[in-house]
Nanobody, 124 residues
């Protein structure tokens, strides 16, 4: 299983970016997918997760209303639309996948089986 993020970059405060995560190696079965970020020398932080079966999503309070997670099953791609970006959103962003979860509630943990390489988002 491979996850490849793209779409990061530098943007001014108030700007927008859309991150993409292309998944290969798995096309069937229920899964959790999520976006996480990490600040330098800080712990990983869950931003948003989505359950493949019903697209039920969970978004961190600090980004709710600004960030939207979505999936395109046909393209096997996960997205994170980020609007009204702030300097505190500057971090390395990762997508992750957890296969065969017992239910959507399992999407909220940090324990995911597969991770992408990360894409840097810088807001100035």
């Amino acid at each position: 299983v491979q996850l490849v993020e793209s779409g990061g970059g530098s943007v001014e405060t108030g700007g927008s970016l859309r991150l993409s995560c292309l998944v290969s190696g798995v096309t069937r079965g229920r899964r959790c997918m999520g976006w996480f970020r990490q600040y330098p020398e800080k712990e990983l932080e869950r931003i948003a997760t989505i359950f493949s079966e019903d697209s039920a999503s969970d978004v961190r309070a600090s980004v709710k209303g600004r960030f939207t997670i979505s999936q395109d099953k046909a393209k096997n791609t996960l997205y994170l639309q980020m609007n009204s970006l702030k300097p505190e959103d500057t971090a390395m962003y990762y997508c992750a996948l957890k296969p065969n979860p017992g239910g959507s509630f399992m999407c909220r943990s940090l324990y995911y089986n597969y991770w992408g390489q990360g894409t840097q988002v810088t807001v100035s």
